[in-house]
């Protein structure tokens, strides 16, 4: 059994975080007498709390993830479906931001915000905002719209409806899955590693990555990270620049832990393309464009920047309790000027409009709570109290230009900028817009039986969500508040030490909708939507080889107007049912494989006067197929290939499912060469992502359309000292 807690020398090895340690014992006999011989004893560290599951064969995943206040969990030992991406897979893949790692799982589809650069994603079918993605388990921390992963030492995906685990997020997505981030921290072995890559575009960036690890015990660790980077993007005439810096420090002692993250991260997009909307009256949706196109008008741009800081602490008040804390907050200011073309007709005649937007966020999240074991006879109990909470607030005004321009989405115009006629609230000071208090307690118990072959999991979460709202003038709008208890039910089955079958109900979240002004209840907020979830599942660990199968039902309400009442309530529903599978880990020496699949069913199950009734959701495709290997060449030392197939089923940008998008695939490619130079490690990396340098809509998520990259070559070195 898998106990949260820290006890004797073994537990205490499993927390400095390695994935296999051996421990060699010799027994010193009297001078004349015989020595005994040597002892040698294994022990498998395993994820609790903070201390992070050890990677899975092939390093490129982890064996676990966190889990909400659960904190690091064992894959096989929990009732839900997790993975974490490991910083290995993201350096060799040269992943520069969230959405490029998250690519390589067949359950997330990445597209842009709305009208911005933001990445957003969907999971199982449900959208999930970059303001929802969690640090060191913490909502509120981390940067909103794009998130480099120099910061990251794995990228966790939970598949699945999770307001037990996680609370509610502060935007409020998140009803198929959750995404959270783990931070560096220092090995035992000193790390100082310089990086530089460049694209076949002009797109350069450094980095410096150390780490170094203080006291007789190791118990002192420093973890600093820094990249900027600078030049033009594959698409025509967009150019970035990029600038993270995170430093961590740790303290690991026999029965404490605590760690202290400080961060900064910066974007400046110029001439930046974002999305293409189309406008009622088009038949079928527009053909997608050469891929380096760019319709966006050349004074489209946007500046982001973000500081962000987390303080987290563990310790163990008994040999089976262990009592846990955490906060972390942020500061956001972003400023753009954004122009989204919406296509009027097929060849591709459109408007554009322009709109200057200042913002500015603060967040704080907290945690706390308490993790035990004990048993009663012969069954044993895993514990956990956890309270946790996320608090935002947001400013932000506009400007705007009117009429819309004309462009052509295959020949774009040169749109001028012009001085706005349409203003709402202080540029250079935006107004209070909104205020966000999500606050929850959850308990729960892991029953085992059978020697723990059996696990139960019964617990609830009492939701307490309050959102105030104001207008630009930052005079009060409304405000919604409601409670909620959500229960989980869990269960998982060891059939084998290498097969566990798993089942959950459970629910997700979200603060309801404001009622349009043309509805009777105009202005009120309509109460929290509430999803529920069952799922079904088989994991499989056989060492070098692991995987999982789940089938999944989710029921989402819908808002709309009814057309009798003129009421604006939840008198719709969405229900996604799909399966999903997966396979990664190393099943011959030499040979890595990271491959899913997803088919799914997004039926809209009550509309409106049952107008779209049985018709596909919005923007979610019927399937999606990630195929990816990795061969090091045995004629060849030092040298690897990859390769990767990326296959999107077709998708819907209307309820109507009369604009369908087309189904689209993409193949990358790479090859890395590593070898020793006395003391420093040179790795030379090169990825063309793209590599038929395909024309795709790579997803209609939001009910727009954001194309897919160009074809890319990065290119890159690194030097470990």
Request: glycine share 12%; aromatic share 8%.
């Amino acid at each position: 059994m898998s106990l949260p807690f820290s006890c004797g020398c073994s537990l205490t090895l499993a927390l400095l975080g390695a994935s296999m340690l051996p421990a060699t014992a010799y027994a010193q006999a009297p001078e004349g007498e015989a020595t005994l011989d040597t002892v040698t004893v294994i022990g498998e560290a395993v994820a609790q709390g903070d201390t992070l599951a050890p990677a899975f064969a092939g390093g490129q995943v982890a064996a676990g993830a966190r889990v909400g206040t659960w904190g690091q969990r064992q894959a096989m030992d929990v009732p839900f479906n997790v993975i974490g991406f490991t910083s290995t897979l993201i350096d060799n893949q040269q992943a520069r931001t969230l959405g490029e790692v998250l690519t390589n799982d067949a359950s997330v589809q990445s597209g842009f915000g709305y009208g911005n650069f933001a990445e957003k994603f969907q999971i199982r079918g449900f959208e999930l905002d970059g303001d929802d993605i969690a640090y060191g388990g913490l909502y509120g921390v981390l940067p909103r719209q794009i998130v480099a992963t120099n910061i990251a030492e794995r990228v966790e995906l939970f598949k699945g409806a999770n307001a037990f685990a996680n609370g509610v997020s502060p935007s409020g997505s998140g009803i198929g899955g959750a995404i959270n981030i783990e931070p560096k921290r220092a090995a035992d072995e000193p790390l100082t590693r310089l990086t530089t890559s460049i694209t076949d575009n002009g797109y350069v960036q450094s980095g410096v990555d150390l780490g170094q690890r203080f006291g007789d015990d190791h118990q002192f660790g420093l973890r600093a990270s820094v990249e900027r980077g600078r030049g033009d993007s594959a698409i025509d005439h967009e150019q970035r620049r990029a600038t993270s810096a995170v430093v961590g420090l740790d303290y690991r002692g026999e029965r404490s832990r605590a760690s202290l993250d400080i961060g900064h991260q910066a974007h400046d997009i110029q001439n930046g393309r974002s999305v293409v909307h189309v406008g009622a009256g088009v038949g079928s949706v527009p053909k997608a464009p050469s891929s380096s196109t760019n319709y966006a008008p050349s004074w489209a741009t946007t500046s982001l920047e973000t500081n962000f800081v987390m303080l987290r602490g563990e310790i163990d008040v008994t040999d089976t309790w262990t009592a846990y804390a955490a906060l972390g907050a942020s500061d956001t200011r972003e400023s753009g000027i954004y122009g989204s073309p919406t296509v009027r007709d097929l060849d591709g005649s459109a408007t554009v409009g322009q709109m200057s937007v200042p913002y500015r966020a603060e967040g704080v999240g907290s945690q706390l709570g308490l993790r035990g074991a004990f048993d009663t006879g012969v069954v044993s109990h895993q514990l956990d109290l956890g309270y946790s909470s996320a608090y935002r607030t947001t400013r932000s005004a506009y400007t705007m230009a009117s009429p819309a321009l004309p462009t052509n989405l295959y020949r774009p115009a040169d749109i001028a900028f012009r001085e706005p006629v349409f203003a709402g609230g202080d540029m250079g000071d935006p107004n209070l817009r909104s205020r966000t208090r999500n606050n929850g307690v959850s308990l729960s118990d892991t029953l085992g039986v059978f020697d723990d072959r059996l696990l139960l999991t019964f617990g609830a979460r009492y939701q307490d969500v309050e959102v105030s709202n104001f207008d630009y003038d930052g005079d009060f709008d409304n405000r919604f508040s409601d409670t909620r208890l959500s229960p989980v039910y869990g269960l998982v089955f060891k059939a084998t030490d290498a097969l566990a079958l798993y089942a959950n109900r459970v629910e997700a979240l979200q603060p309801g909708e404001t009622a349009p002004t043309t509805a009777v209840n105009a202005g009120q907020s309509i109460g929290l939507i509430e999803a529920r979830q069952d799922e079904i599942g088989a994991k499989l660990d056989l060492g070098t080889i692991g995987g999982s199968l789940s089938l999944f039902d989710i029921e989402q309400p819908n808002a709309f107007t009814d057309a009798d009442s003129g009421v604006y309530g939840y008198f719709g529903e969405q229900r996604n049912r799909g399966v999903e599978l997966s396979v990664y880990g190393e099943p011959v020496d030499g040979w890595r494989l990271l491959s899913s699949a997803t088919w799914m069913d997004p039926e809209l199950t009550r509309t409106d006067d049952g107008a779209f009734e049985g018709n596909d959701a919005v923007g979610v495709p019927g399937y999606r197929l990630v195929v990816g290997s990795e061969w090091d060449i045995p004629q060849a030392p030092g040298w690897t290939l990859s390769g990767r197939a990326i296959r999107n089923g077709h998708q819907y940008l209307d309820a109507a499912n009369q604009l369908e998008v087309e189904p689209w695939t993409r193949w990358d490619l790479g090859v890395r060469y590593s070898t020793d130079l006395d003391t420093t490690t040179l790795t030379l990396r090169a990825n063309l992502e793209n590599l038929t340098d395909e024309n795709y809509w790579a997803s209609a998520t939001g009910g727009y359309l954001s194309q897919g990259e160009p074809r890319t070559l990065k290119l890159s070195a690194a030097l470990d000292f």
